[in-house]
DNA sequence: CGGGATGAGCTTTTT
DNA sequence: GCTCATCCCG
């Protein structure tokens, strides 16, 4: 794309008022945002900090900086500091200035200074949130009947975050601002859902939605005695309604004991964490959006001439509101596609994009109530619309709208209509129209999936285009999408079975994966010798169930295991039991290698004991925690990943994997005991009484009645499958296993029947071993980079005027030469680049990322980052780091952080000479450096965490 | 055809 | 704990 389009320009123009854009997928939608802040920037009165530039993470927010740097005026440099960040980002940045006494306007006598933490771990934060639980409930025996009521606390947690979300907030002594109200609920709005759904159905002869609903109302319930009966509350046989007083009656209940729980809970936690000097993403947000309202001189001051807000459909209400108080004029611009809003999860409301200008009038009306906080005009709001679509072929773009008004299940029912009515349709802009649209059904799902894949790539029929040209398939063409991880984990493992590259990308459970649990076995059994570890090994070894009863009550363990077992145990280091574990079963792909650096890097942190290697597995298992994966650039392998993953990605041919029925558990709230909605408010599922003469939990039938009318629906399952379907750019295949779902029988599309036939590719290309998972950080701070221990103001003289955005584009020139050889320089940089790379001998690696533990006045620290280049050689080995850089000022601070990777490659390579190097591509040279020792480095973070604490 | 009982199966992930 | 599909009955 080099111009824009009409609809693009007339964005790109629109500089002044408020703007709502439909951006659908593939819409050009980051090239018109940046061409738009590079007009507005390039403004005689306008400077970048004018201008907020709001993304929703912070990989598009520097894919932004990096794209407006190449079309505008301003240099890298200049935008280093401009407000182009996340809300949390943004909010964490205006705490840290301002906040100070924040904490103070909810009543918490605490402040927030620089050294407080944005706790970013949500299991640590779960871990905390339960200690504060324990002494919360010590402290407030008059709060026992609703813990009773609550099994997890960490509900609660989830409660305060929903609520942060909403921007209800607690005070000393209530709420903030008219919080209140959402807690009581709205039961006029409740009313329309409950009238809604109590319509009877087929002309009449067909009882109500809601009706058929309750039809198990009491049915595993214990109610207090005033319960009404199920007659009272269904109306009696044969009728079609329920009787109109009962939304009144399961509305209306007393809840002010359970409102002054939840506040209790909410703001000793919100003192809690400022106590352990912490605020989690919610507080950012809350502590701002107070410091925002309240100090209207600050507000003034803060707030931006202009607010652009790039994916809107997964903008939260508090961040909604934000924005309002962060505008200084109605120089407003959200742009979203509300078909692509599939993170309800993480509290986006669809609704801030659907119903934008009922919000802007509520919020801003909110928000002015007792001060005019929103000055400017809210009207008029101008819609502007990009249709053309740059990604997919127009066969695909109509076709994903089916998505949208399938229903999901035969209880289920659209409005085909005003979802249309709402579709603005995308007209492709693609040069050829070759799709094809198919799918496939088989009960062994994975296979027939890779025999499909077997059958796509090089076949003429399914050519894609590149440059304009087409050209036959090549598995990196190919995508396989899933709406969960563990079809994923199923096909990749089958696929590796057969030796046909694939590779996941996004977040696994690592210690999920069988290797993890064998290795987990084999530690409790050279730990304790228990049940546990054997009755894995045996199962695995192909004893049935019966036979390892019996195994385990004799303990007549096979021979072979026991010798197994005697050898794990001569064995000195849990690395060295680890490593022939996974030989001993033949793991030797990635899970296996991660693993593997896992236990060696938790190992060289400190001495690990088999026990506590133990306990880490445990602990990764039960918390699910997740690791990064991704496979190396230039790999020619099937994409296998989440479509949650695959957002805002395209791939020239997708597989949609996995069409199978579901049945999602307890959505929403799922089963905590308090819950919160915003017609409805605040509400307790269980109640603890004892009224009755003996302590007992009842169910509150309000709650199951009130639940019953807030339908979650499918609109968001719609929307994850209208996100997969455009993804694809040619070829879209559908596949099924044994229970093909609703969406692909209702689709216009022939379901085939795939005998399933998998030719073993048996390729050394297989891309398991080359699978990169980010090796995770052991305990301690972490959050240290090399880079952390270098000194800004050194570089601030040796800009050699062409950025980070260069930089970065050399060393993608590098990988792609390193990985693919079939690359041309495009620069004299690249060129040195070239020569260099030529000029090497041994194995060279590419983005190795490398990790190093210290322990810095007693605890554990780990730096960790990637290695431009390492070349292997039989006798050595050299880390080089290619810098543009002219100046060489910098050679000092650059050795900083080249010691932290020679000291990984020392680890790594014992055996081994090892070299550090800096490439400076502007010129060519190499420059070898002096590594500093490790207590060098120790003594730099010690400093660097010193200065940390002096400058609160 | 509608209503009721019964049994099976069970996410996504960013800050 | 909740919902869907399925079965059986009226």
């Given at each position: 794309m080099t111009a824009p389009n009409d609809r693009q320009q007339d964005l790109i123009d629109s500089k002044a008022g408020i703007h709502v854009v439909d951006a659908g997928a593939g819409t050009g939608k980051t090239f018109t945002v940046t061409r738009r802040y590079a007009e507005i920037v390039d403004q005689d009165d306008v400077e970048p900090e004018d201008v907020l530039l709001v993304t929703f993470t912070n990989n598009a927010a520097t894919e932004m900086r990096e794209r407006i740097v190449a079309n505008c005026d301003y240099g890298m440099r200049e935008l280093s500091d401009a407000p182009i960040q996340t809300f949390h980002s943004l909010c964490h940045d205006i705490l840290m200035e301002h906040g100070f006494e924040a904490p103070t306007l909810l009543g918490i006598d605490d402040r927030i200074t620089g050294s407080t933490r944005v706790l970013e771990d949500e299991n640590v934060e779960r871990e905390r949130f339960r200690e504060f639980v324990r002494r919360f409930s010590d402290d407030h025996p008059e709060h026992d009947d609703f813990f009773r009521a609550v099994d997890e606390p960490v509900e609660l947690l989830g409660l305060i975050n929903q609520l942060a979300a909403k921007g209800v907030f607690p005070t000393a002594d209530g709420w903030y601002r008219n919080g209140e109200r959402h807690l009581d609920g709205d039961f006029e709005a409740f009313r329309e859902i409950f009238d809604e759904l109590n319509q009877p159905r087929n002309g009449g002869s067909k009882q109500s939605e809601l009706r058929s609903k309750l039809g198990g109302y009491g049915n595993d319930k214990c109610y207090l005695p005033d319960a009404p009966e199920e007659d009272e509350v269904r109306g009696g046989w044969g009728e079609k309604q329920v009787p109109a007083t009962v939304a009144r009656l399961a509305f209306d209940e007393e809840r002010e004991a359970l409102k002054s729980f939840v506040h209790d809970v909410y703001h000793e936690y919100l003192a809690f964490a400022l106590s352990r000097n912490y605020l989690n993403f919610s507080f950012l947000q809350l502590f701002t959006f107070v410091l925002l309202c309240d100090d209207h001189r600050l507000r003034d001051d803060v707030a931006f001439e202009y607010v652009m807000i790039d994916e809107f459909q997964d903008s939260s209400e508090i961040q909604f509101k934000l924005a309002l108080l962060l505008a200084d004029t109605n120089n407003v611009c959200v742009v979203g596609d509300w078909k692509q809003s599939i993170y309800s999860f993480q509290y986006a409301a669809v609704e801030n994009i659907t119903e934008f200008e009922s919000r802007l009038d509520r919020f801003v009306d909110e928000l002015n109530e007792d001060h005019e906080r929103v000055s400017w005009a809210t009207r008029p709001v101008t819609g502007i619309e990009l249709v053309e679509n740059y990604r997919s072929t127009q066969a695909i773009l109509d076709f994903s709208e089916h998505s949208l008004v399938t229903p999901a299940a035969s209880t289920d029912d659209v409005d085909e209509a005003a979802v249309r009515d709402r579709i603005v349709s995308l007209s492709s802009n693609t040069a050829h129209e070759n799709s094809r649209i198919e799918a496939i059904r088989h009960e062994d799902e994975h296979e027939a999936v890779l025999t499909k894949i077997q059958e796509i790539v090089g076949n003429d029929a399914y050519q894609v285009e590149e440059d304009d040209e087409l050209r036959p398939p090549e598995y990196g063409d190919v995508a396989v999408l899933t709406r969960t991880r563990d079809f994923g984990r199923e096909l990749l493992s089958v696929a590796d079975e057969y030796g046909l590259p694939m590779a996941y990308e996004g977040g696994i459970e690592l210690f999920r994966s069988d290797p993890a649990k064998l290795l987990l076995a084999w530690l409790r059994i050279l730990e304790f010798d228990g049940e546990r570890g054997w009755a894995v090994v045996l199962e695995e070894a192909g004893y049935t169930l019966d036979e390892v009863k019996h195994v385990l009550e004799s303990e007549a363990y096979p021979d072979n295991l026991r010798a197994f077992k005697s050898v794990l145990a001569s064995l000195e280091t849990v690395g060295g039991v680890a490593q022939r574990v996974f030989s001993q079963y033949g793991y030797d792909g990635a899970y296996a290698d991660v693993l593997l650096t896992t236990v060696q890097s938790v190992h060289s942190a400190t001495t690990l004991t088999r026990g506590d290697l133990v306990r880490f597995i445990e602990r990764g298992i039960e918390e699910g925690s997740t690791h990064d994966v991704h496979a190396s650039a230039g790999t020619n392998s099937v994409t296998v990943q989440t479509i949650h993953a695959a957002k805002g990605l395209e791939h020239p041919i997708v597989v949609l994997a996995n069409m199978n029925a579901h049945r999602f558990p307890p959505s929403g709230g799922n089963s905590a005991a308090i819950t919160f909605d915003d017609p409805i408010g605040l509400r307790q599922r269980k109640r603890y009484d004892d009224d009755h003469g003996h302590p007992h939990i009842y169910d509150s039938w309000r709650s199951d009645v009130l639940r019953k009318c807030l339908p979650r629906g499918y609109d968001e399952e719609r929307r994850l499958l209208y996100v997969a379907m455009t993804r694809a750019e040619s070829h879209l295949v559908f596949s099924a296993g044994e229970n093909p779902n609703t969406f692909l029988e209702d689709l216009p599309v022939d379901v085939k029947e795939l005998e399933p036939d998998v030719q073993d590719a048996d390729s050394s290309e297989t891309t398991q071993a080359r699978l990169q998972i980010a090796v995770p950080t052991p305990d301690g701070p972490v959050g240290h980079s090399p880079h952390t221990l270098m000194r800004d103001d050194v570089f601030?003289?040796?800009?050699?005027?062409?950025?980070t955005a260069f930089g970065t584009q050399t060393h993608e020139f590098a990988e792609r030469y390193v990985l693919e050889g079939d690359v041309d320089p495009s620069n004299d940089d690249e060129r040195h680049v070239k020569s260099f790379i030529d000029s090497l001998d041994g194995e060279l690696r590419v983005e190795e990322d490398a990790s190093l533990p210290l322990t810095v006045d007693g605890e554990r620290v780990t730096i960790s980052g990637i290695v431009d280049l390492v070349h292997i050689r039989p006798d050595a080995v050299e880390i080089i780091d290619f810098k543009t850089d002219l100046g060489r000022h910098a050679e000092d601070e650059y050795r900083k952080q080249l010691s932290v990777y020679y000291h990984v490659l020392a680890e790594w390579f014992p055996d081994r000479e090892v070299t550090a190097s800096i490439f400076y591509t502007a010129d060519g040279t190499r420059v070898e450096v002096d590594p500093l020792t490790e207590s060098d480095l120790v003594e730099l973070i010690a400093e660097e965490q010193g200065l940390d604490t002096s400058a609160q």
């Open positions: 601030e003289d040796v800009d050699d005027g062409r950025g």
